[in-house]
């Protein structure tokens, strides 16, 4: 006896509809919805969906929607008595549940906005071209919003990106970490828009704004990709001295005077004030070594940078777990934290800001092996990364859930204009 053969009409329909699913459905409908995002009825072979009263499906039925139909999701995922699991969703004046296996994620179109999700607060980066491999230009944070552009498209690799406007900034984002929102739903972590008003002028004064409490970088120069000089912080006043000037990206930059120290600032992050400057002198931002470095006092060598780096080594390849400080997987505070403490034997903090302050300051351009580096503006604003120095121009350090530990270039394109500081312990 053999099997009954299925007719061919049966087997091309089958395929027809996986391939159309595959090949139009962002993220194969799961229970990965945010309530407040907005989902699209899809693969149901072009049949549409029916909306329930309850969750389950022996549930009255109250209407119904077709396929690539965009709903808000209000609530969900919530598992039925039969084993299904439902979204509660409104679609015009209807509101009611479906099936989650018919929705997924909104496929963006030029002029949604996308709501930053699911980076486990590390944010998104964006970057030139459709590609991890090409350069960032700007971190997007968890929860932040930008502007889709276009629609989504696929690189070699088959990941998908979306082409957006970030502050300004046109770049590609990846689309496993966008969900499509309604512009007008709850406030979240909104874009400030791009000063450049006739009221901020050379010779006026204005304030840091817009940053939520973070400060602002004063840049050598007019553009993401210039050194960090130093951080303003909210509400701080500076004078105008220089601009407005554009970059590639349309941003107006403004030159300034902060303090005795002279930079860049992105004109989105400062208002016009009759406030005064104040008279202190800054204190820039340790940055990358440069050509006629400023002689400074050399900090006292360290007696144990040689076993820090030999004890870090050993963890070369470890998993990265957030919040994590053991060889089980590591966070980056929480790998320096570990180390350390491995070497001096306890006492050493697990904070990242504390780390900061800890051992003494070192010149960029007198450190050795051992050292603690810091980095700024990574993935949020403000001090966010550290890794250990180990000679020839690079660190190890737990870098993110894709790398784990792993050694990288200290003044390479990206961690080279974030470095912040660096500290000496065992003095």
């Avoid at 008279?279 to 400074?296: R, Y």
């Avoid at 777990?321 to 997987?329: D, E, M, R, S, V």
């Avoid at 504390?354 to 949020?380: E, H, I, M, R």
Wanted: hydrophobic share 40%.
């Amino acid at each position: 006896m053999g099997k009954r053969r299925l007719p061919l009409w049966f087997v091309a329909s089958y395929c027809a509809f996986l391939a159309a699913i595959f090949a139009f459905s962002p993220v194969l409908a799961t229970n990965d919805l945010v309530t407040g995002a907005l989902g699209q009825v899809s693969g149901t072979n072009g049949d549409g969906v029916n909306v329930r009263a309850e969750p389950g499906l022996g549930a009255s039925r109250v209407g119904g929607l077709p396929e690539g139909a965009r709903v808000r999701v209000v609530e969900g995922p919530r598992a039925a008595s039969d084993g299904t699991t439902w979204y509660r969703i409104e679609n015009g004046g209807m509101t009611g549940w479906v099936l989650a296996d018919y929705l997924a994620r909104a496929v963006p179109v030029a002029g949604d906005t996308v709501l930053v999700t699911g980076t486990g607060g590390y944010g998104l980066r964006l970057r030139e071209t459709a590609g991890s491999e090409s350069r960032v230009l700007a971190i997007m944070p968890e929860g932040g919003r930008a502007v889709a552009t276009g629609s989504p498209v696929q690189d070699a690799a088959g990941t998908s990106w979306v082409p957006v406007r970030y502050e300004g900034v046109d770049g590609y984002a990846a689309l496993a970490y966008l969900v499509v929102v309604e512009s007008d739903s709850a406030p979240v972590a909104q874009a400030q828009p791009i000063a450049n008003t006739p009221t901020i002028r050379v010779g006026g004064n204005v304030e840091v704004v817009n940053t939520d409490g973070q400060g602002v970088n004063v840049r050598q120069g007019p553009g993401y990709g210039q050194p960090v000089a130093a951080v303003a912080p909210e509400g701080a006043v500076m004078r105008v001295i220089g601009g407005p000037q554009t970059d590639g990206q349309g941003i107006t930059w403004w030159q300034v005077d902060y303090r005795g120290l002279q930079g860049w600032v992105h004109g989105g992050y400062l208002a016009p004030t009759d406030r005064e400057p104040g008279a202190p002198a800054a204190t820039p931002a340790e940055a990358a070594p440069q050509s006629n470095p400023v002689p400074t006092t050399p900090a006292p060598p360290s007696t144990v940078g040689d076993a820090i780096v030999a004890t870090a080594m050993q963890y070369l390849g470890r998993p990265y777990a957030w919040g994590g400080t053991t060889p089980a997987g590591f966070d980056c505070s929480g790998f320096v934290y570990f180390v350390v403490n491995q070497v001096l034997g306890g006492g050493f903090p697990r904070s990242l800001e504390a780390q900061a302050v800890s051992g003494v300051s070192v010149d960029p351009n007198q450190l050795q092996p051992g050292d603690l580096v810091f980095f700024q503006n990574t993935y949020k604003w403000g001090l966010s990364h550290v890794g250990i120095y180990i000679g020839n121009g690079r660190f190890i350090h737990a870098e993110n859930y894709g790398t784990g530990v792993t050694i990288s270039e200290l003044w390479g394109d990206y961690y080279g204009p974030r470095f912040y500081t660096a500290r000496r312990v065992g003095t």
